[in-house]
């Protein structure tokens, strides 16, 4: 079936610096999302893009999150600064109506 | 606000025993879709089973789910497990089938013995 991917796998980062994950989505979808997972807790919705533009963010989209999807490449959520709380697991998935998700990228921030 | 609950932790079951996965949830939505995705080991999050009709049961790869709005429950059964059914879980609320945000219960982790 359709396949996002997720570019790291792994990323280890000290706290304050800028990090910056990327998702290539399926090629033919439109919708976008970031969803966050801590360790042992539920994926939470961070966020999801359509057209160039946020259309909806939950509390946990800080300042210091911004997404992006430049010239159709790939969708990315930078963060910067980092803080030792942005340690977890950050999902993406695309969509034209069901979501697929990728398989996640583990941030550990030191 | 709107949220999920779903069985607690690991469910541990003999292959061939019937499989219930518990889910319910609170919103404020009047027309709730719910989803069930699957998360086999390295692999990414898939979906499983969705529904938004009340009481109709819906079905895939042996798996079944009925939406009752009147308990606010999305259950997921099986009749008989399999080995290949181990994984983890997710039971997820949205306000529209497509586009919107998902809301995700804790998961639950199914571990099928032989």
């Known amino acids: 079936g359709p396949k996002v991917l997720q570019i790291p796998s792994h990323q280890i980062i000290d706290m304050g610096q800028m990090v910056t994950l990327n998702c290539d989505p399926v090629?033919?979808?439109?919708?976008f999302y970031w969803y966050k997972q801590i360790l042992g807790q539920q994926m939470e919705f961070l966020v999801n893009?359509?057209?160039?533009?946020?259309?909806?963010k939950s509390k946990l989209f800080k300042d210091q999150f911004s997404v992006e999807r430049p010239d159709g490449s790939y969708f990315t959520l930078k963060i910067q600064p980092t803080a030792l709380e942005d340690s977890a697991v950050y999902f993406c998935?695309?969509?034209?109506?069901?979501?697929?998700f990728g398989p996640g990228t583990r941030l550990t921030v030191l | 606000g709107d949220s999920v609950t779903q069985t607690e932790g690991l469910v541990t079951l003999t292959e061939g025993l019937p499989v219930m996965l518990n889910c319910t949830y609170q919103?404020?939505?009047?027309?709730?879709?719910l989803f069930w995705y699957v998360q086999h080991l390295n692999e990414s999050p898939r979906l499983l089973l969705k529904?938004?009709?009340?009481?109709k049961r819906t079905e895939h790869q042996g798996f079944h789910a009925t939406l009752h709005k009147s308990s606010s429950s999305f259950h997921l059964q099986k009749s008989s497990a399999q080995l290949s059914d181990s994984a983890l879980y997710y039971c997820?609320?949205?306000?529209?089938?497509?586009?919107?945000?998902?809301?995700f219960g804790q998961g639950t982790k199914l571990s099928i013995k032989p």
């Open positions: 529904s938004f009709t009340d009481n």
């Open positions: 998935a695309s969509s034209l109506d069901e979501q697929y």
């Open positions: 893009f359509y057209n160039g533009k946020v259309m909806e």
């Open positions: 997820a609320l949205s306000d529209r089938y497509n586009q919107g945000k998902l809301i």
């Open positions: 090629s033919n979808h439109l919708y």
């Open positions: 919103t404020i939505y009047s027309n709730p879709f």
